[in-house]
């Protein structure tokens, strides 16, 4: 029976870390964040992210922009918040409306308030292992899962099913330099249960409901489920079988209450860090 990695706990007890240091602060940190349109799902993450950014003590606005915002009215407000001396981190809620292409902004947020490390100065940093300003927070949370359940990582076999900018490629550059040796398996994997049958870290990032099944689990493998979908109920589900992987699994994430939560405890670091950093600090 797999240990349960209980992502709530551990990110409740970040977050008190991170307020107990910022009370200790002159200056409280500023988190800003540009939401456009009604997508229910990025307003309630949104909610989530501002309640717990006052919770730690910080200065939290969010900028609401309708559907139909035009490409220079968001790169106006991205230009006004890099130049605020206020706020040490921006973070642009994704997806975007379709008329409107994420990559025409993220490069256009200053490296140093990049909460999300998704600017291409950020990733080229984690490419090169040369110090990110900020790191992607799910595969951040994900690592800070892993070393607090003294999973080790270096020699061992990770396998990260979804190549996404988000979760996938990040992840795999912070397991690789933690000398993991690492595979990124996709849609267009071929074999991809033998794959993941040989993986001690086996990470689903895919948005599929119960894929990673039973039978494609090494026994005693550490399964992290980066997924969530809800079904026809409303009851949030993961990537994997939880209720089958769990027999033979060494340790899992559940869903929810496992990557979720760490996500939102890392962007609170990265904010508080980049205070720091932009204070000299």
């Keep these: 029976m797999a240990e349960i990695m209980d992502g709530k706990s551990l990110s409740l007890k970040i977050l008190d870390d991170i307020k107990e240091k910022t009370a200790l602060l002159k200056k409280r940190p500023g988190l800003s964040v540009i939401l456009i349109g009604n997508n229910p799902a990025s307003s309630i993450y949104v909610k989530n992210k501002e309640k717990q950014a006052?919770?730690?003590?910080?200065?939290?606005i969010v900028y609401k922009l309708p559907e139909t915002a035009s490409k220079g009215e968001l790169l106006s407000l991205i230009n006004n918040l890099n130049n605020d001396e206020d706020i040490d981190?921006?973070?642009?809620?994704?997806?975007l409306p379709k008329h409107?292409?994420?990559y025409d902004f993220l490069d256009k947020i200053d490296p140093k308030k990049d909460v999300d490390g998704f600017h291409p100065v950020n990733a080229g940093k984690l490419l090169l292992n040369e110090n990110p300003y900020a790191v992607p927070c799910t595969p951040k949370g994900i690592i800070r899962l892993l070393d607090e359940y003294k999973i080790q990582i270096e020699g061992k076999n990770a396998v990260i099913i979804g190549r996404s900018n988000i979760v996938g490629k990040p992840l795999s550059m912070l397991l690789l330099n933690k000398n993991a040796t690492v595979t990124i398996a996709h849609s267009k994997t071929k074999n991809l249960s033998e794959i993941a049958k040989n993986a001690d870290i086996l990470i689903s990032a895919t948005g599929c409901a119960d894929m990673v099944t039973k039978d494609i689990v090494k026994e005693g493998a550490a399964v992290i489920d980066v997924g969530i979908i809800r079904d026809e109920n409303g009851k949030l589900r993961g990537d994997v079988d939880f209720n089958n992987v769990k027999d033979i699994a060494g340790f899992i994430t559940p869903v929810p209450g496992g990557v979720g939560p760490?996500?939102?405890?890392?962007?609170?670091e990265n904010t508080y860090k980049l205070h720091l950093l932009?204070?000299?600090l």
């Design 54 to 60: 006052l919770n730690a003590g910080f200065n939290s």
């Design 89 to 95: 981190g921006i973070l642009l809620q994704l997806p």
């Design 100 to 102: 409107l292409n994420p």
């Design 262 to 268: 760490m996500t939102i405890a890392m962007l609170m």
């Design 278 to 280: 932009r204070n000299g």
